[in-house]
């Protein structure tokens, strides 16, 4: 503010600069919980950014596309994918069907739903 200002306008000038200062804290604060909400949660299920519907269907579309070309091993490891994510615990009934469906291309290619577990 200029210094011929009146006394009045420089105190509500300095009231809006600590209100918008506030805001912005604030925002900051929320922001920074939902990540560190948003990052345990991916890290208790990493599975759970990969389990929605567009993702599930582009996996799956990916896995018939590779199990047609002959690529055994890329269709095997995609339905293996798609299987592990669909079925895990939390999912819910509307993504059943991604399961079910990575299971039937997995009993097609004649593989086995999940890895063998490795020697402890």
């Known amino acids: 503010m200029p210094a011929d200002a009146p006394p009045g306008r420089t105190r509500r000038a300095r009231?809006?600069?600590?209100?918008?200062?506030?805001?912005?804290?604030?925002l900051a604060a929320a922001g920074a919980l939902w990540f560190v909400r948003s990052a345990s949660q991916v890290q208790r299920d990493p599975?759970?950014?990969?389990?929605?519907?567009?993702?599930l269907d582009q996996l799956l579309k990916r896995a018939d596309e590779a199990e047609r070309?002959?690529?055994?091993?890329?269709?095997?490891?995609t339905y293996r994918f798609v299987a592990a994510v669909a079925g895990a615990r939390g999912a819910g009934a509307d993504i059943a069907p991604y399961a079910a469906a990575a299971r039937a291309g997995l009993t097609r290619l004649g593989a086995a739903d999940t890895l063998p577990s490795p020697p402890r």
Do not use: E, F, S
């Open 47 to 55: 599975g759970l950014v990969y389990r929605d519907r567009a993702t």
């Open 15 to 26: 009231w809006v600069a600590l209100l918008i200062a506030l805001a912005t804290l604030a």
């Open 69 to 77: 070309a002959g690529d055994r091993a890329t269709a095997i490891a």
